[in-house]
């Protein structure tokens, strides 16, 4: 599994899950998801439907919860693909304005192309 970008994420796969859930985390789908300021809804796919709910700041994730039945060591594989997705999400949205930035930033104050999301 490649590093995240968003520290907060990073230090709850790297500190707070196994090496067996990190390997993990892809043989569920993310089924349903919602990224807004500080917090994240999902539900993944995997025996079942699984509810993901986490709220972060721009310093630290401060509540995680999957209503999954995993009770090993650390969070389960849900929660780390819920943060996978959501860092790539906030890596491109930060790209995305940074080449929105880039084609903008001249004398005239108007840019005739539409930036737009995809992932």
């Known amino acids: 599994m490649k590093a995240l970008h968003f520290k907060p994420f ?8 196994t090496a067996k ?3 993990r985390y892809a043989d569920s789908a993310i089924a349903l998801f919602e990224l807004t300021p500080g917090k994240i809804r999902a ?4 025996t079942r439907l ?7 700041t721009d310093t ?5 919860k999957c209503n999954c039945p ?14 996978v997705e959501a860092d790539l999400y906030l890596l ?10 880039a084609c903008c930033v001249s004398t005239d104050t ?3 192309k539409t930036h737009r999301y995809h992932r």
Request: hydrophobic residues 35%.
């Open 110 to 112: 108007s840019c005739s």
């Open 43 to 46: 539900t993944v796919a995997g």
């Open 50 to 56: 699984y509810n993901v709910a986490i709220d972060y």
């Open 70 to 83: 995993y009770d090993q060591d650390g969070y389960c594989k849900h929660i780390v693909h819920v943060l």
């Open 21 to 23: 859930t990190r390997s």
């Open 92 to 101: 491109n949205k930060l790209k995305t304005r940074m080449i929105a930035a």
């Open 10 to 17: 990073q230090d709850v796969v790297q500190y707070h899950t």
């Open 60 to 64: 630290k994730v401060v509540r995680l």
